[in-house]
């Protein structure tokens, strides 16, 4: 039987919708997070011979995937040893280029593509490429330790650092040539967020889920820059994707899976047995997830 994968097919409808009573305001995320029925698994199919993925990153554009690897024979993270690279994938797992950018990484983390702009971050630095030439121009964080996740919301780069409970601000996020000179900013530092995965919201705020020592939670950020709580604290949380309907999907170290969050749905496991479940992204109705530790890629299918 075919399954109809619904992702890219469910309409946002944001007119006329009554609320539950919650404590979060009635904004434009609220209405989104608000839609959405369940999502479940349609299938899923494992890819092997990864060294610690950490991110997926999604070119829907070109039809591709790019995937950060740390390299290397352990789990070393924050390593400034030069063994990281990033490959690039069809969408069935072939790989098309085993280094689609000749140049040295120690341990790149999330990718975020826009365009023919790929930011890719690693440690205390964050890159853009174009994915066309694959010139490339890494920028230094002053202050950041563990670069986690890139997004862009408008003209801004927005880094996380999960281990320091920061954010920095980058602008302008396309700092690709080399007479552009970004301005870098620390947009918050210990508001108990420890972000890690981050998305920008098509309402213009920035989504972000938190993994730290303690559970940590999802949180908004509105384009005012006003902070607030999404979701109170529950898990090591890694990555964070908005779907077409509006809703979130989110990996948690804690739990080991991936999972569906909506307001009216709550959390719904859609995918088990992970042991490093990180930065996954969805292209036609897959969902992409790297296991950090197993060195494996699992295809998820969305279907409802
Ligand atoms: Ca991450």
Known sequence: MRTKFLVAAVAVALAGCAYPTHDMQHDGLTH???HGG?????????LTGFTFPESVGCDAREGVLYVSQFGGTQLSPAAKDGNGFISKLAPDGRVLEQRAFNETFNKPKGITVRGERLWVTDIDSVWVFNTRTKQGRKLPIPGIQFANDPAVVGSVLYVSDNRSDALFRIEPA???????????????????????GLWAARDGSL???GFGDQPRGIHAMAPDGSLRTVVQPFGKLDGVQQLHDGTLLITDWSAGHLAHWSLSGGLVSIAKDFKGPAD??????TVYVPDLVKSEIRMVGLAR
């Open 32 to 34: 989104q997070l608000h």
């Open 38 to 46: 369940p999502l479940r698994s349609a299938g899923e199919r494992t």
């Open 174 to 196: 396309d700092f690709l040539d080399a007479g552009v000179q970004p301005k870098v900013s620390t947009v918050f530092t210990g508001k108990g967020v420890n972000p890690n």
């Open 207 to 209: 989504i972000m889920v």
């Open 280 to 285: 996954f992204c969805v292209l036609g109705g």
